[in-house]
């Protein structure tokens, strides 16, 4: 179960594609638990990664996994739960879309198709192909979204153009608002 001192209170969102990413990918970020306060039987709950236990919950109520399934645990001992489960969730960042386009290019060059990415990732096939289309993009620009110099949304309108000296012309040449 999911212990109080979990910090995430709204509803989780995606559990279906994280229980996807899962099952091809294995749990690869333990659950931190502590110890239940219920008398008798050995039990915990799950102070930090209740994402990661819905999503497996998921599974085994579809059939694809069994309770017995091995999931990597820490087991938090210290006296305020809390601020663990608030650490664990507060220092997360998302992936910056030019590594994802990377990471999913390096994917596709080891022979995985844009299905085998999406469903290894948990996400949806569109994504997938959304990012790889960023590849359509100077090498030069890709740098100049990781530098924040240039939005994701101006990216992808220079990925329309036709050529690489044609989107770098049309961002380096343009007048400084």
């Known amino acids: 179960t999911v212990s109080g001192s979990n910090v995430r209170k709204v509803s989780p969102r995606f559990i279906e594609s994280l229980a ?17 306060k219920e008398e008798g039987v050995a039990k915990y709950e799950v102070s930090a990664g209740k994402r990661r236990y819905l999503a497996l919950m998921h599974l085994v109520n579809v059939g ?3 309770l017995d399934y091995a999931v990597p645990v820490l087991l938090d001992t210290s006296e305020n739960t809390t601020v663990t489960s608030l650490v664990e969730n507060f220092h997360k960042e998302n992936m910056n879309p030019i590594d994802e386009y990377r990471a999913f290019s390096a994917m596709r060059e080891e022979g995985l198709s844009v299905d085998e990415i999406a469903l290894t990732i948990g996400i949806t096939n569109h994504a997938v192909i959304q990012r790889l289309a960023l590849g359509d993009a100077a090498p030069e620009l890709h740098e100049e979204c990781l530098e924040g110099r240039m939005s994701l949304e101006q990216l992808k309108i220079l990925c329309q153009l036709e050529s690489h000296e044609r989107q770098k012309a049309v961002w380096f040449n343009a007048p400084d608002e």
């Open 64 to 66: 694809e996994i069994t």
């Open 20 to 36: 996807a990413s899962i099952l091809a990918s294995g749990s690869l970020q333990n659950l931190i638990v502590i110890p239940s």
